[in-house]
């Protein structure tokens, strides 16, 4: 069996999206032939998109595996449908639990299905600062290091949630 680490990038912004994000982080760790190996501090992130929705909770994991990238994201998707994701139709609209890959060993991947590394992962703070916190010199493949990307955000605007203001 052949271990890889896999970054996963998880959201929420309803249903109290602490515990959501929480939960998920424990649940990761029960994939079949999966170990989470380290989870990121929770962040307090305003939405991109539509701006009339509540702040967002993210955090990124990092976990090993030995399930291929497809089978990784069906259990995700397990994992998402049940928190009872529930999508509105909404571009970019609210949602109790998000799981994306945002990394996947060193594979490039460009399918119907995934893209990796995930296609928003350059222009997205609450990607790229818990994913620095995770490992400060990672490498993006096709993107470069996360320290440059993080380098070249607009002013960004991330809360870390400690136990002061969470
Ligand atoms: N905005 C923030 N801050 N965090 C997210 O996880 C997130 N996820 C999304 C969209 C709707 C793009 N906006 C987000 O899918």
């Known amino acids: 069996m052949s271990f890889k680490d896999a970054y996963i990038g998880l959201g929420s912004n ?4 602490q515990a959501q994000v929480t939960q998920a982080l424990q649940e990761l ?13 929770l ?6 998109g539509p701006s009339d929705q509540p ?8 976990i090993s595996t030995c ?5 990784l994201l069906k259990e995700l998707q397990s994992i998402e449908n049940r928190h009872r994701r529930q999508r509105n139709g909404q571009r970019w609209g609210p949602r109790t639990l998000d799981l994306d890959i945002i990394l ?6 460009d399918s119907k299905k995934l893209q990796i590394p995930h296609y928003g992962v350059s222009e997205r703070e609450f990607v790229l600062i818990p994913l620095q916190e995770l490992q400060a010199d990672l490498i993006i493949p096709g ?13 960004y ?5 400690d136990h002061n203001n969470g």
């Open 67 to 71: 399930l291929s990238a497809e089978d």
């Open 43 to 48: 962040y307090i992130s305003e939405p991109m």
């Open 104 to 109: 996947f060993g060193d594979e490039q991947i």
């Open 143 to 155: 993107k470069g290091s996360v320290a440059d990307l993080i380098d070249n955000l607009p002013e």
């Open 157 to 161: 605007r991330l809360q870390k949630l």
């Open 29 to 41: 760790n029960s994939i079949p032939d999966t170990k989470l190996v380290k989870a990121s501090s």
């Open 55 to 62: 702040d967002y909770i993210n955090a990124v994991a990092k």
């Open 14 to 17: 309803l249903s109290d999206p």
